[in-house]
């Protein structure tokens, strides 16, 4: 059994920081990319930033510099640094990764069940 956990979420004011982190759990053999998605209400899931097994990252222009994805390999761990928050990045935010399992060695597509980050005054 494969998981991904997140945490770090909650309530932050305009112009606030928080970091949120994954980590994977289960038999694994291998993780590939890793990557940080978001769902704002009423809307559709939509990715943020994706990182590499060798840290080569991706953001999406809508991130504005503001947001850095990183990750432990031996942790098994990534984590998403977000600065300078807007109302407007309010959302679940949801760690995704492709990992393959040990017992199998097949690869597969894995979600976590998401954390909340609200940004309000």
């Known amino acids: 059994q494969v998981q991904l956990v997140e945490s770090g979420g909650g309530l932050v004011q305009p112009g606030g920081s928080l970091r949120l982190s994954c980590v994977a759990r289960?038999?694994?053999?291998?993780?590939?990319?890793m990557a940080w998605y978001r769902q704002a209400p009423g809307k559709e899931r939509e990715l943020v930033a994706t990182?590499?097994?060798?840290?080569?990252?991706n953001y999406v222009d809508s991130t504005e510099g503001r947001f850095t994805i990183s990750r432990d390999n031996t942790k098994r761990t990534a984590a998403l640094q977000v600065n300078s928050l807007k109302p407007e990045d309010t959302a679940v935010y949801y760690c995704?990764?492709?990992?393959?399992?040990?017992?199998?060695?097949?690869?597969?597509?894995?979600w976590g069940k998401g954390t909340l980050v609200t940004v309000s005054s």
């Open positions: 995704n990764a492709v990992i393959r399992r040990s017992a199998s060695l097949t690869w597969g597509n894995y």
């Open positions: 289960g038999s694994i053999a291998s993780i590939n990319t």
């Open positions: 990182i590499t097994g060798g840290g080569v990252t």
